[in-house]
């Protein structure tokens, strides 16, 4: 008898955490943030992106629109001498979730950074200079978000 209540209770259960999620995700609605990165400490880095892996999981990928814009010190998480596998990791993973970068071509310029030195990225995502971007995107109605 107790074995014939335990399916349907478990069942019940599973049911309303799965209807639960959804409904937590929404309560945020949609969501434009722009990430600014321009910290070259990978910790700081690392710890970025795993908020921004947060910020899909409370709000839900359908509802989030970020772009994650690097300039400065912060296109240490491109640079080959500078990355690690955890943050390249990280990076993919964002990527695959819809995730969008600007890599700021000013940067790239006054700091001689050769393309062939950078891992995780590529010319389509360069935009001429990170902090007109991040003003362009805030404009638009991007919320401004610094890790």
Do not use: W
């Not at 970025?48 to 990928?61: F, P």
């Amino acid at each position: 008898m107790k074995r014939s209540l335990l399916v349907p209770a478990m069942a019940v259960l599973a049911v309303t955490v799965a209807l639960a999620m959804p409904a937590a995700a929404s309560e945020y609605g949609k969501q434009k943030v722009v990430y600014h990165f321009n910290n070259g400490d990978s910790k700081v880095i690392f710890a970025g992106l795993g908020n921004i892996l947060n910020h899909i999981k409370a709000v839900g990928q359908e509802n989030l629109d970020v772009v994650v814009v690097a300039h400065g010190d912060g296109l240490n998480m491109f640079h080959k001498k500078t990355t690690t596998p955890e943050i390249q990791s990280r990076i993919k993973a964002l990527k695959m979730q819809g995730i969008k970068f600007g890599v700021c071509k000013n940067t790239l310029v006054s700091k001689k950074i050769d393309i062939k030195d950078l891992e995780g990225t590529n010319e389509k995502e360069f935009v001429q200079a990170g902090v007109a971007e991040i003003a362009h995107l805030q404009q638009k109605g991007y919320v401004y978000i610094k890790p």
